[in-house]
């Protein structure tokens, strides 16, 4: 049975067991009501305002674009190493030079590649014979400076 007050009394003892009062955690003025709700707004806001600012500004990349990235840098690091190697072989072919100067703009690439078929064993694409391309024009230019 219980009475007013919460307390819970034994029928055969007739003493009375009391609880002691329990306290309750009062939740802060600003997560009450309308302070809540503009609370809330703010922390959302703020989320938003961060990551905006964070992906415009601060240089945040998706993982999609990170990997595009690396892959860059990776081909980047290659072909410092590469093209020099292959602006070697190309110039020490036979009829190389003086083909790779009657050649048109747009098909240096072809002359390259049909000189060179592989660097340090890395088959020749078309990235690498543009590159080795644009070597071989900057060692031709190189050389005829300085005669």
Known sequence: MLT???????LRLRTR?????????????ILQGEARTRFLQGI??????????????GGW????TARTMS????????????VPMCVAQFTAADGAVAKFKAAGSYSKDNVISEFVKTVA???MD???ARACAAGVEAELARTTTKS
């Open 4 to 10: 007013k007050r919460g307390c819970k009394r034994r």
């Open 17 to 29: 067991l009391c609880a002691p009062k329990e306290t309750i955690m009062r939740i802060p003025a």
């Open 44 to 57: 959302a806001f703020g989320a938003v305002a961060a990551m905006t600012i964070g992906f415009i500004w």
């Open 61 to 64: 990349v998706t993982g999609g």
């Open 71 to 82: 892959a860059m840098a990776e081909s980047s690091g290659r072909m410092s190493i590469l």
């Open 121 to 123: 064993s890395t088959s």
């Open 126 to 128: 078309y990235s690498l």
